[in-house]
Every structure is written in structure tokens, then in C-alpha cells.
């Protein structure tokens, strides 16, 4: 089977079949990620050959681009077609190139709409201040949860939103709050530089697409702690691994200082996992959601985190939620698999996932 030859033939067909991600790699068959499962476009297709995938990076290619891939090797951007968004990776490799585009809806989704019908974390966008963490792997939802909860206070506060994305994925349209966005490294070099600079432009809300190192979290949780509210995402898989990770890149001299800063500041930690359906029909999200509370707080600053467990497990009134409990409930009303349910689930002897009332299920 012959291959297209322009890459928006590739695109619209991702997009009109509902592909998350499209995989096209010098020397494999063209990919997509459908429904969370990798696997080719066309099982009777030609490879890609170093002269089709030469021409592909041709279409995508400026100058400044150029430049990076020859640089670094890599370079990521956001890339449209019409109305159409995608957020796009090109690396050089052993046999030539890798191209991966991910699909961005064109307007951000609900809470709600994503699957997440959470008051309290909803709850969360009506700080003025502190922080609040979107966290999971790579290709999990972070982008569209922080992206629902930009809208939400788009929509309900008259505020300034400033975002700091690399590259930019959803565009927002100012509704009651005024939103700007920075791209790293377009209209800034880097984060660290980006939150600086934020911090003389006005803003109530700081939205940050990646703490990456010690520099940016730092910022951010000094932005957190004077009068800003922060949004911000981190590639951790559950609370506990969440403050354990910030923990970890500061001195241990600093330690306690960072801990009494998020004891005080953080607003929520939001971890998410997305599963395929038991029915093939999609993917359903799973959430564990820990709100700060005296208790967390102590736990945060005593460096207790091995009690963050116990503290969200019994304190569900308050809308809190292990991702096991998540896990349970999808399994036990058959939307996600047996099989998933057991490769994720962490306390297998509390969480079985089945449900008494059918138990063959």
C-alpha cells in the first residue's frame, strides 16, 4: 500500500477516527494510539523510508525548527490545520527521524466532560491563592484536567490568567477573566525565566505546563505563597509520589522550609490514569484527589507522606479519594478489565475489583 504524501491526510484520518497520538518513524509502518492501544494505521502498509519521512519533516519545518532538530536532535511545537490543533515531537534517531503528533481538542472540556464529577476539586479553582498539582504519566489527560480548570475560571472569575506552556496545546478565548499565553521557548527561554517575569505582569492565576526542575518549582511555590493561585502539572503517580518528588529536588537544608511552604500553599494534588474500556469504546479516567486539611498538613510538615494514604482513605467526606478506590469502582461496575484493574491497583488485599453481587464479573 502506498503511503500519503502529506501529512494533514494523516492528520484528518487520526482525528476523524478519534487517534489520541499518530506515530510516523522512519523504517515502521505509520501508528496511532487508538483508544490507549498503539498498533498500525494500515496492516498492509509500505515501511516509511528515510526519503518519505525526509519529506514529511520538510512540511513541518521553519527555520527556527530546522535549526533545533540539527542543534539538540529534537523539537517540539504546536502545529495547526484549519482549526485543528496538535502538539507535535520530532527526534532524529539511528534510522532518521521520529514523528509524533498528539491530537488537542479544539475547545477544553468540562470537569465534567472529561469524566470527573468532583465538587471539591472543582472547589479548588475558587482560591485566590496556593497551589494546586494535575499529575499522571505521559498521555494521561494532564493537559485537558488543567485546561478545564483554566476555563472554569475563565468563565466564573474576572481575573488575569497568565499560562506558560511548552509548546502552547489549547487556546483559550478571554470570557470573564483576561488570559495570555507564553510559549517556552518562543516568547520566553524557559520557566524559571517565564514565573519570574510573571510576577510583574499582574497576574492572579499562573498556570504552569511542567515543573521540571529545582528552579521552577521553587518559583512556583513562591508564587503560590504570595497571593497567587498556581496551577501547575508534575509526571507523578499518586499524592504521596507527588510531594516525594518535590521533596527530592531541593538540598536537604532546605527541606523544611519546603515543607512548612507546602504545608501552607497547596490547595489539592489531582493524579489521574487513563484506562481502556472493558467495551473497547474509549478510555475512562480514574482520579485520586487529596485536599490539604489540618491532617495533610501535619503530614506534610512532618514529612510523614507515608500517612498521606490512611488520611485520604478516611477522609472521603471531604471529597478526597484514593486511585484504588477509583480503580475498585470502575472494575466492579465492568468498565475497565479485570486485567487492567490488577496491573494497576497497589493494595491488592483491600481493592479486589470484583463485584460480590457478580462475582464471575
Not at 61 to 80: I, K, P, T, W
Not at 209 to 220: F, H, N, Q, W
Not at 221 to 234: F, K, M, N, P, Q
Not at 334 to 357: C, H, L, M, Q, W
Request: charged letters at 25%.
Amino acid at each position: 500500500m502506498d503511503l500519503p504524501d502529506n501529512i494533514e491526510e494523516y492528520l484528518n484520518f487520526a482525528r476523524k477516527y478519534g487517534a489520541s497520538d499518530l506515530h510516523l518513524t522512519t523504517g515502521a509502518k505509520p501508528h496511532w494510539r487508538l483508544n490507549g492501544v498503539l498498533s498500525p494505521i494500515w496492516e498492509e502498509a509500505s515501511l516509511i523510508d528515510l526519503e518519505k519521512s525526509n519529506a514529511y519533516i520538510e512540511q513541518l519545518l521553519n527555520d527556527e525548527r530546522r535549526e533545533s532538530l540539527l542543534g539538540q536532535g529534537h523539537v517540539d511545537f504546536a502545529y495547526n490545520v484549519g482549526v485543528d490543533r496538535y502538539r507535535v515531537s520530532l527526534v532524529k534517531h539511528r534510522l532518521g527521524y521520529g514523528m509524533v503528533f498528539r491530537t488537542i481538542e479544539v475547545k477544553a472540556k468540562t470537569l465534567s466532560e472529561l469524566g470527573v464529577h468532583s465538587q471539591a476539586f472543582l472547589d479548588l479553582c475558587k482560591y485566590q491563592n496556593g497551589i494546586i498539582l494535575v499529575t499522571g504519566s505521559m498521555g494521561m489527560g494532564k493537559s485537558s484536567t488543567m485546561a478545564a480548570l483554566v476555563e472554569e475560571v475563565n468563565q466564573t472569575r474576572q481575573d488575569h490568567i497568565l499560562t506558560l506552556e511548552d509548546p502552547v496545546e489549547f487556546v483559550y478565548q478571554s470570557a470573564k477573566s483576561q488570559i495570555n499565553q507564553r510559549e517556552i521557548p518562543i516568547h520566553t527561554a524557559s520557566f524559571p525565566r517565564a514565573l519570574k517575569a510573571a510576577l510583574r505582569q499582574d497576574p492572579d492565576v499562573i498556570v504552569v505546563g511542567e515543573m521540571r526542575d529545582l528552579e521552577t518549582i521553587s518559583l512556583a511555590l513562591t508564587a503560590a505563597e504570595t497571593g497567587h493561585l498556581v496551577i501547575a502539572t508534575l509526571h507523578t503517580s499518586s499524592a504521596t509520589s507527588t510531594l516525594d518528588r518535590i521533596m527530592d529536588v531541593f538540598p536537604v537544608e532546605q527541606r523544611e522550609q519546603i515543607r512548612m511552604m507546602l504545608a501552607e500553599s497547596l490547595r489539592g494534588v489531582f493524579c489521574q490514569q487513563l484506562i481502556p474500556k472493558a467495551d473497547g469504546s474509549g478510555r475512562a479516567i480514574a482520579y485520586e484527589l487529596m485536599l490539604n486539611n489540618p491532617a495533610i498538613a501535619n503530614c506534610i510538615r512532618e514529612g510523614k507522606t507515608y500517612m498521606l494514604r490512611g488520611v485520604i482513605q478516611v477522609s472521603k467526606n471531604e471529597g478526597m479519594q484514593l486511585m484504588d478506590e477509583a480503580l475498585d469502582e470502575l472494575s466492579k461496575a465492568n468498565i475497565i478489565s479485570k486485567e487492567d484493574f490488577d496491573f494497576r491497583v497497589v493494595d491488592k488485599d483491600t481493592y479486589t475489583g470484583v463485584n460480590p453481587a457478580n462475582p464471575a464479573s
